[in-house]
């Protein structure tokens, strides 16, 4: 129960304080005038040619996702495991091993997920996503 009461104290306080913000900047753009609103560049104005363009290293982007999905993936099965009692927790060593099962395991959708969004992307190379894709935890890991 203490707990309990804690996260809802600590979301009660940030939300006071983002309704404070919130305020203090809707009663300042309030006071604007529509004439200096469109003469000022702020915001999305500022970034949204930035947004929807390629990223540089398309191949090294790719890969960045596609590892962070297989981690994500691995991890969740193996917390799954745990629950169910399939891996046991109390032996040295059963959760790294298991992890290690489950990242090799889980490698095709890693290697699946980063060569659709380079697909995406235009990327011609995908064979060369794939190889990044396998080598990009691990490698620097070892």
């Known amino acids: 129960i203490n707990s309990f009461v804690l996260v809802l104290l600590l979301t009660a306080f940030l939300t ?9 900047d809707f009663s300042r753009y309030m006071e604007l005038d529509d004439e200096t609103l469109e003469e000022e560049e702020s915001g999305w104005k500022l970034i949204h040619g ?8 398309p191949v090294l982007f790719c890969a960045s996702v596609g590892t962070g999905v297989q981690l994500i993936v691995a ?5 799954g495991l745990a629950l169910t009692n399939l891996i046991s927790t109390t032996r040295r060593g059963s959760i790294l091993a298991g992890m290690v099962v489950l990242y090799c395991l889980t490698c095709t959708v890693g290697s699946y ?10 990327g011609k190379a995908w064979v060369r996503c794939v190889l990044v894709t396998a080598g990009l935890f691990p490698v620097p890991v070892a």
């Open 16 to 24: 006071i304080i983002l309704m404070r913000v919130l305020k203090n």
């Open 50 to 57: 930035d947004v929807f363009r390629f990223p540089e290293f």
């Open 75 to 79: 991890t969740f099965f193996l917390l």
């Open 113 to 122: 997920v980063s060569t659709r969004l380079y697909l995406q992307m235009n």
